[in-house]
């Protein structure tokens, strides 16, 4: 692997075998973790390097707090306050994924709050749904396997997706009366005249893998309006996360004869060092998914 120095010390592989035939495996260097994950991106020549140490607050002449110091401090922290979104994020995309593609999930319901008074944040859509499937909408549904998460519309109203298993034949009107009957009874009064709340049975996308795409992107949106420490961005029920099959290699070649997928059909996972320069591969991954 010309181009790269690679640090071959203790490499991880996982592979996940998926319901319709697809995979997704990753062989990644443990030793270049922890520096791989301390770098940061720098605009303009493409380098990784360490942040520098935010200085503690220094006073200004008259006494006060300087207000550089302070407007460096407010960029630090909006850095690391980035970070961690995306970091969450990038987790919680590939948590949908193993789920929605280990239970085969191709359709996806919507739910939506005809009331004046709106769901403030994506965790208290999820809240009302899961109490209702609670109270009786997991009967309505089957009591299939669902994932469910919260999207913000374009006019800023959030609503609620549940992706379930493709074959149900589900009691549409039920389904609207309960829906609407429980959110009317739990301080949503519906808007419109009909004294109803929507949900949409929607139809099968087409394969687990795109449903699971879809999903992904709700859920960083999600994470992109608000992160709330201690809550998940999504919800499950009648689902228990398949664990990945785990080897530990000596190299990345090794690696790669494990997962038994030609280099060439990997997407290759780098990083610069922002002191040497140099290009470090630490890991490849790959998905036969879609």
């Given at each position: 692997?010309?181009?790269?120095?690679?640090?071959?010390?203790?490499?991880?592989?996982?592979?996940?075998?998926?319901?319709?035939?697809?995979?997704?495996?990753?062989?990644?260097?443990?030793?270049?973790?922890?520096?791989?994950?301390?770098?940061?991106?720098?605009?303009?020549?493409?380098?990784?390097?360490?942040?520098?140490?935010?200085?503690?607050?220094?006073?200004?002449?008259?006494?006060?707090?300087?207000?550089?110091?302070?407007?460096?401090?407010?960029?630090?922290?909006?850095?690391?306050?980035?970070?961690?979104?995306?970091?969450?994020?990038?987790?919680?995309?590939?948590?949908?994924?193993?789920?929605?593609?280990?239970?085969?999930?191709?359709?996806?319901?919507?739910?939506?709050?005809?009331?004046?008074?709106?769901?403030?944040?994506?965790?208290?859509?999820?809240?009302?749904?899961?109490?209702?499937?609670?109270?009786?909408?997991?009967?309505?549904?089957?009591?299939?396997?669902?994932?469910?998460?919260?999207?913000?519309?374009?006019?800023?109203?959030?609503?609620?997706?549940?992706?379930?298993?493709?074959?149900?034949?589900?009691?549409?009107?039920?389904?609207?009366?309960?829906?609407?009957?429980?959110?009317?009874?739990?301080?949503?009064?519906?808007?419109?005249?009909?004294?109803?709340?929507?949900?949409?049975?929607?139809?099968?996308?087409?394969?687990?893998?795109?449903?699971?795409?879809?999903?992904?992107?709700?859920?960083?949106?999600?994470?992109?309006?608000?992160?709330?420490?201690?809550?998940?961005?999504?919800?499950?029920?009648?689902?228990?996360?398949?664990?990945?099959?785990?080897?530990?290699?000596?190299?990345?070649?090794?690696?790669?004869?494990?997962?038994?997928?030609?280099?060439?059909?990997?997407?290759?996972?780098?990083?610069?060092d922002g002191v040497t320069g140099e290009l470090h591969l630490f890991g490849l991954l790959v998905d036969t998914g879609?």
């Amino acid at each position: 692997m010309p181009g790269a120095v690679m640090s071959d010390t203790h490499v991880q592989a996982k592979i996940r075998y998926y319901p319709d035939g697809s995979i997704r495996a990753s062989a990644v260097c443990l030793a270049d973790r922890g520096q791989r994950e301390q770098q940061v991106d720098t605009p303009g020549g493409g380098a990784l390097r360490e942040p520098s140490p935010v200085c503690p607050l220094r006073r200004s002449t008259d006494g006060g707090v300087c207000p550089i110091r302070v407007a460096a401090i407010e960029d630090e922290a909006e850095r690391r306050a980035a970070a961690n979104r995306e970091r969450a994020a990038r987790r919680a995309r590939w948590s949908v994924h193993d789920y929605v593609r280990s239970y085969n999930l191709s359709r996806l319901l919507t739910f939506t709050n005809g009331s004046e008074r709106e769901w403030q944040s994506a965790s208290e859509a999820l809240d009302v749904f899961m109490r209702w499937l609670a109270a009786e909408g997991r009967h309505l549904l089957l009591n299939a396997p669902l994932l469910a998460v919260a999207e913000r519309g374009d006019q800023g109203r959030w609503h609620v997706h549940a992706a379930i298993p493709s074959g149900f034949s589900l009691p549409f009107k039920r389904i609207h009366s309960s829906w609407s009957d429980y959110m009317n009874g739990h301080g949503y009064p519906s808007s419109l005249a009909s004294g109803s709340h929507r949900w949409h049975a929607g139809q099968s996308i087409g394969s687990a893998f795109y449903t699971a795409c879809y999903v992904a992107k709700y859920v960083a949106k999600s994470i992109d309006h608000e992160r709330e420490k201690g809550r998940h961005s999504f919800r499950c029920l009648n689902m228990s996360r398949p664990l990945p099959l785990v080897f530990r290699c000596d190299s990345l070649t090794t690696a790669l004869l494990v997962i038994g997928v030609p280099e060439d059909e990997c997407y290759r996972l780098e990083f610069v060092d922002g002191v040497t320069g140099e290009l470090h591969l630490f890991g490849l991954l790959v998905d036969t998914g879609g």
